[in-house]
């Protein structure tokens, strides 16, 4: 069975820095899958932040471009979201996911994800 388990959440003022992991256990992305952040704040539906895909290909949010690094350590199966600058904006559930989006202009679309982690709390003040 694939397990996704976040952690890393908290709170934080705007303009600090928070670094999520995310440790995926059954699954190993190839080349053509992805591993993905996303985020949803209340009232609001779930959005993409950044994914990685498993030839080394990454993409991002525009939200979140130049402030948010995903990176994937390979070995251990753990993707990391380091979000610097945080804005009262990025406040929200982080979910991690795994698939296989037909594309990577796909990859921030939370239908094309098949696993989902359980989601850690990200609160910016």
């Known amino acids: 069975d694939v397990q996704l388990v976040e952690s890393g959440g908290g709170s934080v003022q705007a303009g600090g820095s928070l670094r999520l992991s995310c440790a995926a256990s059954?699954?190993?992305?190839?080349?053509?899958?992805?591993m993905g952040w996303f985020r949803q704040a209340p009232g609001k539906e779930r959005e993409g932040v950044a994914a990685?895909?498993?030839?080394?290909?990454?993409t991002y949010a525009a939200s979140v471009k130049g402030r948010f690094t995903v990176s994937l350590d390979q070995v251990n199966n753990i993707l990391d979201l380091q979000m610097n600058n945080l804005k009262p904006e990025d406040t929200g559930v982080y979910y991690c996911?795994?698939?296989?989006?037909?594309?990577?202009?796909?990859?921030?679309?939370?239908?094309?994800?098949?696993?989902w982690g359980q989601g850690t709390q990200v609160t910016v003040s």
């Open positions: 996911a795994a698939g296989h989006p037909s594309s990577l202009y796909r990859a921030l679309s939370p239908s094309d994800y098949t696993y």
């Open positions: 059954g699954y190993t992305p190839n080349s053509g899958a992805c």
């Open positions: 990685f895909r498993g030839d080394g290909k990454t």
